[in-house]
């Protein structure tokens, strides 16, 4: 099935969402059968949906207003989700990092590199009290902030 096109297709297309057909498009409409198609179909689907544009029902102000708080609550959640994810991560990474430093001789066994490695790693007592510290703190924080409302 081979399809006619006409140049001026996508003109009566932009004439139809207008909702204006000028005289000299009208005559050209008459003559062409392709156009004459788009016409009887794109003006259906048109009607169709200007009609339900104006049947639509629309929610009333409580409604409206339930709906974008209760957005804005999900929204919320998803970004305090994303914290904590982003810290139990953390909280993850740290805890292999001290299976490592503690135990990293050990695991290395035959890995001269790894050991090596693992023994020139040199923290402070401060920093590592604080690596901890956040270690702990940033999944509760992050429970505290779901769990808020």
């Not at 498009?25 to 016409?39: F, G």
Request: aromatic share 6%; net charge positive.
């Amino acid at each position: 099935m081979n399809r006619q096109v006409c140049e001026r297709e996508q003109e009566l297309l932009d004439s139809l969402g207008r909702g204006f057909i000028g005289a000299e498009l009208e005559s050209h409409v008459v003559t062409c059968d392709p156009c004459r198609e788009l016409q009887l179909v794109a003006g259906a689907l048109l009607d169709d949906r200007a009609h339900a544009m104006v049947e639509a029902p629309v929610p009333s102000a409580g409604t409206m207003w339930f709906r974008m708080r209760l957005r804005h609550r999900r929204d919320a959640a998803a970004a305090a989700r994303a914290s904590l994810a982003i810290g139990q991560a953390t909280t993850v990474a740290i805890a292999i990092g001290l299976i490592v430093w503690f135990f990293g001789g050990q695991l290395a066994g035959e890995f001269r590199e790894l050991r090596t490695a693992v023994a020139t790693i040199r923290v402070s007592t401060a920093v590592m009290i604080a690596l901890a510290t956040w270690a702990v703190v940033a999944p509760i924080a992050g429970w505290v902030a779901i769990r808020q409302k």
